[in-house]
RNA sequence: GCCCGGGUGGCGGAAUUGGUAGACGCGCCGGAUUCAAAAUCCGGUGGUAGCGAUACCGUGCCGGUUCGAGUCCGGCCCCGGGUACCA
């Protein structure tokens, strides 16, 4: 028997790739250029997820057919290898992480080439290659020199679990995102990089990007521009001004009370004798607060009164000066005007502690909440009663401007990243500190590598791993000869894949980070596809560099991805379950809080769907039918390197694109993978009998007839604009539709059999390969040229509409195709027809509807 | 709370500018092959009624626009993601 052997045709046809460096990248600029990019993966410990090869099959397929289309391909993949795994991996063991490291990435090499992808394995990068991260340090200088990287002591995120600082991004709900330990604010030391600079850059270049909406919206609102004022309010028997930025200016007559933010600079000042212990005592509670904390408390505002008292510049009034924590200090002056009318934190607040509300807007007639927020007519504002709240706006700033007391401003909720990471498996910062101020590394000392040390772990005094290594640390500096320090803080994670992209272009270039022929022209990235978690981060921060990089002119796009696409995570597959408690079974909506629960776990066999609900077969007991999320603990994983072994990668190539659409969250089915495998079967047996090995007998060297033609075309076009349109799964279903159709053929023309190869070869490269070779093609198809359709062939001789009477269908007629767009004729035959006529009978038509090619409606009374 | 997505058979999902809802695959039912099974092949498969032609109902719910709505408009419900004192 000569059955269909994935394994035996995939890794013939992975080693003819890797030998003949079949998908090295052209050298020529002659053709139009592709690059088609996937996000890097960290190669961890547990090796390749089926969620990776969702998006790397989606890109491999473009990147194919784009080939066969005559584009010159860039398509690579690499390492984004620094990372706490292999740290902590470190902490534990006393394995370097580098080892770690490299073990992992043989195998995500392995595996990737187990699954066939077209990658061009000489452009490999890995971060932590010194070759690399060299340029990684090179970036952090242009950045130092453009004063965009600083030093600042902050109150940072202290997570002494991992022993190191997070940023913002990297705290859920008050704990790690890696880990979810406890996270404290702690005022450090940290290197702090200025993406407040490129706010405004970074917000209006989002709208030419051909990228999902939600992700915009997503940076958009990750950014926060509020358009307002910044006002000057005078404090009472003082010198001092406290500036305030507000969205609203033109409720300022309704601002009857101010506040400040514990850790506001005037506090101290301002803070009248009597209500000084009060105050202190205040500061110090709201400091010692977590995230966590304050989160949670958030619901119930607190403060306290300074004692003193500002003076309301539209109207000359003093009001009280409070100190609240529901004024954050690193958002906008850090200092607010209340206006409880119009704002439901102010109201809430002015409801506890008594203070004055006064409505400048006129609420809508069935208006019934408190604080009013909408817009609508100025009023209790003297000068601005009346106005509309955009006329109002304008009126204001206009007012304050020209008094010297307030300007229009913008506001950014975005705030500068916090680079630095108390670790050891990162990029070492190139600087030293000379007398206690930081000095950039000279770029000929570059790579600042990593030292060897034997503890991972942070030092007794809570410095960085890096400063066990003394020798390391301690330097010179090469200008001066003075004993320097080095900088042991390394990078976070993003930086590497902060660039990782423009090193693809040219892996081996020494004088800088990228070429600059080859930057021109491969950039800007033509399609990124990656997963939707970083959405904000890494796609943030990217394209920050980018742009700084855009400044340098060492690139020449203001964006680096042009499309991007998120692939939907894969979920274990579905799982039913009843919830059993004393041999009692309980609704599942029940089960949740309650201890003692017995899940049972039930097959598809075993329930049946009943109204909204599945329940168990015969009975009333509802049962919960989920997919979840992929996990070691629920034991749901689904290795590739199993589905590979017993399908092939054709088949998991095949089935993760055909399970739907490519963004959508869709979960796993073992017998879904199976169907696919059967197509592939029954394509091997439309061109090889199983008994001989040998080319099926009816695989002629014929012309194809009419039918096949058109059968053949109608694959064509449909698979191309499928893929055009990253739409694989119902590109998939036309390739099924055609070997349905062609296994009912009596002779097969080998013509109709090549161009159908061609079609699958994106989708399974393998065995289409395989088909291709066997048919009589000597070289591989991986160039050969996409088939173009025909669209004479598509021509039908009859073309049928459907009937409808009032909306509804009643019947069909097939009418000669010279005469499909004949209305008269059309519509007479369509009166003829049975079950038509019946319906038309003692009725009088009121209208007929006729649309060319597509369908009658006769309107009758 | 706010901002985005999304609700279509038993399941994953198809459906041009509004034009026959359910392509393709899975599952299920029946048949062929087989000593039997697996594999394979053929046929059927939204629900209800009917031997059948056919009819009625049917794309989360309620209403609207239209000759015609899964698709457009208004109001809700549910699920998923993001975000949260951002002045």
Redesign the pocket.
Known sequence: MYEYDPLEIETKWQEFWLRNKTFQTPEDTEAPKYYVLDMFPYPSGSGLHVGHPEGYTATDIIARYKRMKGFNVLHPIGWDAFGLPAEQYAIRTGTHPRETTEKNIVRFREQLQMLGFSYDWDREVNTTDPDYYKWTQWIFLKLYEKGLAYQDEVAVNWCPELGTVLA??EV?DGKSEVGGFPVVRKPMRQWMLRITEYAEQLLDDLENLEWP??TK??QR??I?R?I?ADIDFQVADHDEKIN?????PDTIFGATYMVL?PEHHLVEQLTTEEQRETVAEYKEKAALKSDLE??E??KD?TGVFTGAYAINPANNKEIPIWVA?????H????A??A?PGE?E?DWEFAEKYDLPIIRTVEPPEDFEGKAYTGLGQTINSDFLNGLETEEAKLKIINWLEKNGVGKKSI?Y?LRDWLFSRQRYWGEPFPVIHVDGEPKPVLESELPVELPEIDDFQPTESGEPPLARAKDWVVTKDPETGKTALRETNTMPQWAGSCWYYLRYISPQFDEGPVEKSGEEYWMPVDLYVGG??H??LHLLYARFWHKVLYDCGVVSTKEPFKKLVHQGMILGE?EYTAYRKNGQYLRPSDAGGMDDVEKVKLT?KDIE?RQEKFVLKGTDIEVDAKAYKMSKSRGNVINPDQVVDQFGADSLRLYEM????LE????W?T??V???Y??L??VW?LIIDEESGEIQKNVEETEPDKEQLKVLHEAIRKVTEDIENM?F??A??AL??FV?EA??WEKLPVSVLNTFVLLLSPFAPHLAEEMWSRLGNSESLVYEPWPEFNEEYLKEETV?Y?V?I???????VHVPSDKAKAKDYVLAQARKEK?VQ??LDGTTVV?E?F?PG??I?I?VK
Do not use: C, H
């Open positions: 913002n991004e859920i909406e939600s919206e997503m609102n990750w926060g509020s307002g305030v930025f507000t969205t609203r933010a304050r989160q408390l958030s505002k924590d529901y004024v954050l200090v958002y906008g002056t850090g607010i005007m206006v704002d934190r506001n909720k939707s978690e959405s904000v579905m598809e769907k055909f399970m739907g659409p959508q969250v869709k979960p089915s017998k879904g199976e169907g696919v059967r197509f079967n029954r047996r739409r799964n119902t998939i279903s099924m539709i349905n296994n009912q049928m459907p409808q009032n909306g509804k269908v009643r019947g069909e079950n019946r319906y209208k509807i649309v597509r369908i409606n309107v």
